[in-house]
């Protein structure tokens, strides 16, 4: 069976210090990644999805970035942390080749204060 | 762009009641997604519906895409404290774009 590991689960980091939060997905080749954050408990915001190594849609202009260096890793950095960026970090995945009707299975989270 | 609103924001029952939460679109939906979060959880999904009036169940919860598939609706009967969380809808339409979700507290 699938499944979704993201990595750490919180962190406490000081405004201008680097990010990189990991996500790997196992029981499964060549699916959509996506990075969502959630602020204050609520909305699910899309920061951005992959369809493949090395392609990386951005969905929001901002202080992040997303890569994915092999098929089953998505990793989201920053290279100065800003208090705005505070927030519930979700990693997911869906079944490659059904944008346009994904089913997403999310990762535990990851929540990240930013002081 | 697409827009996806969902009311109530909250949403407080006593258990046994009934409780509903509704989704509507800016534009035409090729389909509708439903997702659960639990306090501290993430989200999980639930279900999709993908036709025009589609009706599904899934045992308390009721779950219906309008006829012109632009809003959609769920509803639970009879509330347990384990129904406890917040309720999300995305639609899909080109992007899948989330409702800001329906928390529901029961109180026993």
């Known amino acids: 069976s699938q499944t979704i590991h993201q990595w750490p689960a919180t962190l406490v980091q000081p405004v201008g210090s680097p990010l990189s939060l990991e996500c790997t997905v196992e029981?499964?080749?060549?699916?959509?990644l996506y990075w969502y954050r959630q602020a204050a408990g609520r909305g699910l915001q899309l920061l951005f999805y992959?369809?493949?190594?090395?392609?990386i849609s951005s969905e929001v202009p901002q202080n992040l970035s997303a890569s994915r260096p092999q098929d089953r890793q998505f990793i989201l950095s920053s290279k100065k942390l800003l208090l705005s960026d505070s927030g519930f970090y979700l990693c997911a995945w869906s079944v490659r080749g059904t944008r346009g009707a994904e089913k997403l299975f999310f990762g535990s989270g990851t929540q990240l204060s930013v002081l | 762009g697409q827009q996806v609103m969902q009311i109530p924001q909250y949403q407080h029952v006593q258990e046994g009641e009934d409780f509903t939460t509704y989704c509507n679109s800016s534009t035409t939906l090729s389909n509708i997604q439903w997702y659960k979060q639990r306090p501290g959880g993430h989200p999980v999904f639930l279900i999709q519906?993908?036709?025009?009036?589609e009706v599904k169940k899934q045992k308390r919860l009721t779950f219906q895409f309008g006829e012109a598939k632009k809003n959609s609706s769920l509803h639970i009967t009879a509330t347990q404290t384990t129904d406890v969380g917040t309720y999300f809808c995305?639609?899909?339409?080109?992007?899948?774009?989330f409702g800001q979700g329906t928390e529901l507290s029961v109180k026993p």
């Open positions: 029981g499964t080749s060549n699916p959509n």
């Open positions: 992959s369809v493949g190594i090395g392609q």
């Open positions: 995305a639609g899909q339409g080109g992007k899948l774009i």
């Open positions: 519906l993908v036709k025009s009036g």
